[in-house]
């Protein structure tokens, strides 16, 4: 019987313990500063709660098999330890692994700096639409079924999977029949030890592709083309000036398939640069897991978007209000940026360990700054000089602020560019504040 060490103990490491023990085999945990929840969660299976780091090692020694929680800093202790520990070592796995171990169905899945999450709706949606039984699954909110949940469930045909640096960064067996990358831009620096180690991680997607495998590639981003995979049929995307060079392309006004149109971008009810690219891989996906174009077309005319991520939640006095709460990185606040051309924007947070200065590329398009949270100094270092910067203690101040700023014609954008984490529990409950704010400052006009 094989003996599984899991390192974290959050929502995907409980489903994973509970997938390995309904298989019979020998589950051991470990959480350096485990919440009453995830106790709670051990106790429920059984399971006794390791967290002092001096058992860290001997609990390595007796295990076959580690599952280390998805976003486990490189700088953990048990990083060190397996180095210590050599050929000796247990083998680190992934939790897509121990589903693509046990469910023979099969999944396509969605990977990228941004835009991941919206991608992944939008190709279950397309499969559904076309009589395929489709899931998804992920850590992310709004999806929130992790892949060794879906497990249990019966029902579906396919998973359509989105798939973290996290997931894949000890990844050894995970081979979708469709494997989707969408863009590369730095992130997650707090948790990898470096950019070329958060790549590493990403480009880990294609790995395992065979020739019965298709790999969806977006063309404009270099990095994304440099990991190319050898093997697997390619389907590639582009929104550049050279649309004749890809199979999904944008063509003038027009969204097309190998040549042929399929939809106006005028037909979209949301039409930003990254909107109509997202429209393309999520097209290029579903038909590769086949799904019918017709049905595609049906889908992106009625998408209204993911909550907090670049939505509308109100327009008063000529002022345009939107929630971009889930912008955790520079490269995010630039694409949010992408089709506006005077904005106010709130800002700032728990830096994630980014190069905050590419945000000054922008800086023509932006009025005022809001600058928000711990980063509020970085923040004015960066954009000092070439534009307002305005420095608020709390979501209220900062929204006031923003109000006073802004001109008619202008967006306010909420597109912090950081994590949350120093001032919420989620992205969600920030952009959830930032509504509530906006909500009292109008007066409830929409």
């Known amino acids: 019987m094989s003996e599984f060490l899991l390192v974290g103990f959050g929502v995907s490491n409980q489903n994973v313990a509970r997938v390995l023990l309904g298989l019979q085999s020998s589950v051991s945990i470990f959480d350096d500063n485990p919440p009453q929840q995830a106790i709670q ?63 023979s169905r099969p999944y396509l899945a969605v990977t990228g700096t941004n835009g991941k999450t919206t991608v992944t709706c939008l190709v279950e949606a ?55 990358w969408l863009n590369f831009a730095p992130d997650h620096l707090d948790v990898h030890a470096s950019l070329s180690a958060y790549q590493a991680c990403k480009s880990k997607i294609w790995q395992n592709l065979s020739d019965a495998c298709t790999a969806v590639v977006n063309l404009d981003d270099p990095t994304v083309v440099q990991c190319l995979p050898a093997k697997a049929a390619h389907l590639t995307i582009t ?43 999520a097209t290029a996906t579903a038909t590769a897991g086949g799904a019918d174009i017709a049905a595609a077309v049906e889908v992106l005319r009625n998408f209204k978007g993911l909550p907090h991520r670049l939505d509308l939640i109100a327009s008063s006095g000529g002022i345009t209000w939107y929630d971009d709460s889930k912008s955790t990185s520079p490269h995010s606040v630039i694409s949010a940026l992408q089709g506006i051309n005077s904005a106010v924007l709130i800002a700032g947070g728990r830096n994630k360990g980014l190069d905050l200065n590419p945000l000054a590329h922008i800086a ?35 929204v006031q602020k923003a109000h006073q700023a802004a001109k008619q014609g202008d967006v306010v954008l909420l597109s912090p560019g950081c994590s949350s984490f120093d001032m919420y529990s989620s992205y969600k409950e920030r952009g959830q504040d930032f509504i509530a704010k906006v909500q009292a400052l109008l007066g409830g006009s929409s």
């Open 41 to 103: 969660a051990a106790k429920g299976l059984g399971l006794e709660m390791q967290s002092n780091q001096n058992q860290l090692s001997e609990l390595l020694r007796r295990c076959d098999y580690i599952v280390p929680t998805p976003g486990l800093p490189d700088s953990h202790k048990l990083h060190e330890l397996l180095d210590t520990l050599g050929a000796s070592a247990p083998i680190a796995l992934s939790e897509l692994d121990v589903f693509a171990a046990h469910d």
């Open 126 to 180: 397309m499969l559904k639409q076309s009589g395929i039984s489709a899931l998804a699954a992920g850590n992310a909110d709004p999806i929130g079924v992790p892949i060794c949940e879906a497990m249990g469930k019966p029902d579906p045909e396919m998973f359509v999977i989105e798939v973290s640096s996290f997931q894949l960064r000890h990844s050894k067996a995970f081979m979708p029949k469709v494997a989707t």
């Open 239 to 281: 929104t550049s000036a050279e649309p004749q060079a890809a199979d999904f392309a944008l063509v003038g006004e027009k969204l097309t398939a190998f040549g042929e149109p399929f939809l106006k971008v005028s037909q979209l009810l949301r039409q930003q640069p990254h909107d109509v690219f997202n429209a393309l891989a």
């Open 364 to 398: 023509h398009k932006l009025r005022a700054v809001v600058a928000l949270g711990e980063a509020s100094k970085e923040l004015q270092a960066v954009f000092g000089g070439r534009t307002a910067v305005m420095v608020a203690e709390d979501m209220d101040s900062a």
